[in-house]
């Protein structure tokens, strides 16, 4: 199995010249170009490692993890989504032109991209500028042309989002028959890849441990390494509960880094360390030890059970003693307008449009250079530690 696994993902990345390029960009000096910026010119940084795009907030399913999926109006993460008009498949093209000089990894997502009408031309254009792209998708809308174009577009890879088996993911997306719909358009692009002799897009699953599925987790596993999909990814929940809000604005009370609601949906509401923890971590120690020839990975990778504990029980407190946020200088999200966001999920900072400026007039705007200025002087905020990027390196 390791030597079957190894030689398939060898093939893969032969077969896709903007994955070679991706991986070599990451191999190279500019790994440490970008953290002598970050040391000694912090404000003006290198160019970011990926690029979001975000075409749509619109999705049509009720995820209870999710602040978007809630669709609460009084949610500030729904509202500043909503509030944005959708803008042409013309005006992308326009944006991909603009960020394509330092070719980064680009990432669309949303809300649910697939139902913006022109997410799979964007796809198109990316791939046809020779761009490194990856789309996150919850699969259940996708036609069979939609399925053909994707394949023959080059997408590099596709991340469905699972959230358990039948039942399971479909009481955690707050709606029936997602996980038949989801499984299906996967089982069909599956097959469509072998069709053509393909090995792209990469077919990855990503799985979010909550209440409602930890004690299922090894059923995800056992049906999704037998499915034909490439990996699969278990992610701790992302999220900052009342504690930690009250905290940030205690501290930042009345500027930029205020924040006004919780994150992580019903389950940022709740008191997560409440859960079952050593079932949790009997579950995450029994998929590493059973499916260790397969493509699976945990994120944040916490190391022992102590480890879990300080995750859930006390989410104020870094699992590393040197725990940063380097959003700022290596992420910039881009919205349905053209508007731009360093990071949507915590501040809603505006720093540029790119419809309306270049993208190093966006980069190194004084928005921009005020957020860093701050971030590089406390390294993290109170609501960072339960945040991806602070689990990531420059």
Same mark, same amino acid.
């Given at each position: ?13 032969i077969?896709?010249?903007s994955?070679i390029?991706?991986h070599?960009k ?14 000694l010119?912090w404000s ?6 990926s690029?979001?795009l ?10 209870i993890?999710?602040?978007i ?10 509202q500043?989504f909503?509030k ?23 990432s669309v997502?949303?809300?649910?991209p ?29 036609? /069979? ?5 994707i394949?023959?577009?080059? #997408?590099?890879? &596709?991340?469905?989002? *699972?959230?358990? !088996?039948? @039942?399971?993911?479909?009481?955690i997306?707050?709606?029936?028959g ?11 692009i ?26 299922r ?9 037998n ?24 501290l ?13 949906? /019903?389950f ?6 409440e859960?079952? #923890?050593?079932? &949790?971590?009997?579950? *995450?120690?029994? !998929?590493? @030890?059973?499916?260790?020839g ?23 407190t ?9 959003a ?23 720093v540029?449009?790119?419809?309306k400026?270049s ?8 928005s ?19 945040c991806?990027?602070?689990?990531q390196?420059?």
């Amino acid at each position: 199995m390791l030597k079957k696994n190894f030689f398939s993902r060898l093939r893969r990345l032969i077969s896709s010249p903007s994955l070679i390029a991706y991986h070599l960009k990451k191999m190279t000096l500019e790994k440490w170009w970008r953290r002598i910026k970050y040391e000694l010119d912090w404000s003006k940084p290198y160019y970011p490692k990926s690029i979001i795009l975000l075409p749509t907030a619109r999705c049509n399913l009720n995820c209870i993890s999710c602040n978007i999926g809630l669709r609460n109006l009084e949610k500030s993460v729904k509202q500043a989504f909503e509030k944005k008009k959708e803008i042409g498949i013309d005006e992308w093209r326009s944006i991909v032109d603009k960020i394509s000089f330092f070719n980064p990894m680009i990432s669309v997502s949303g809300g649910e991209p697939f139902l913006y009408p022109g997410t799979i031309n964007l796809i198109e254009y990316i791939k046809k500028k020779g761009l490194y792209c990856s789309v996150s998708t919850n699969a259940t809308t996708l036609k /069979k042309s939609d399925i053909q174009r994707i394949v023959d577009s080059g #997408l590099d890879m &596709l991340t469905v989002s *699972i959230d358990g !088996i039948g @039942e399971v993911h479909d009481q955690i997306r707050g709606m029936k028959g997602t996980f038949e719909k989801a499984v299906s358009k996967l089982g069909k692009i599956i097959a469509y890849k072998k069709e053509l002799k393909r090995s792209y897009p990469i077919l990855h699953i990503n799985c979010v441990m909550s209440p409602l599925n930890q004690g299922r987790l090894e059923d995800v596993a056992e049906f999704f390494t037998n499915f034909g999909v490439d990996s699969l990814n278990f992610s701790h929940i992302w999220f900052y509960n009342q504690e930690m809000v009250e905290l940030q604005n205690t501290l930042y009370s009345n500027t930029l880094f205020e924040i006004k609601e919780t994150l992580g949906g /019903k389950f940022g509401a709740e008191k997560q360390g409440e859960r079952n #923890l050593g079932e &949790l971590w009997n579950k *995450i120690s029994a !998929i590493k @030890e059973k499916y260790k020839g397969f493509n699976i990975s945990f994120l944040p990778d916490l190391k022992s059970f102590e480890e879990l504990e300080i995750y859930y029980q006390s989410p104020i407190t870094p699992i590393s003693n040197d725990a940063k946020c380097y959003a700022p200088w290596k992420a910039i999200e881009i919205y349905s307008n053209g508007d731009a966001e360093f990071s949507g999920a915590c501040f809603h900072i505006y720093v540029g449009n790119f419809l309306k400026q270049s993208f190093n007039d966006v980069w190194n705007s004084d928005s921009y250079i005020s957020i860093r200025k701050k971030m590089k002087e406390v390294g993290a905020f109170p609501i960072c530690s339960r945040c991806c990027y602070i689990f990531q390196e420059l």
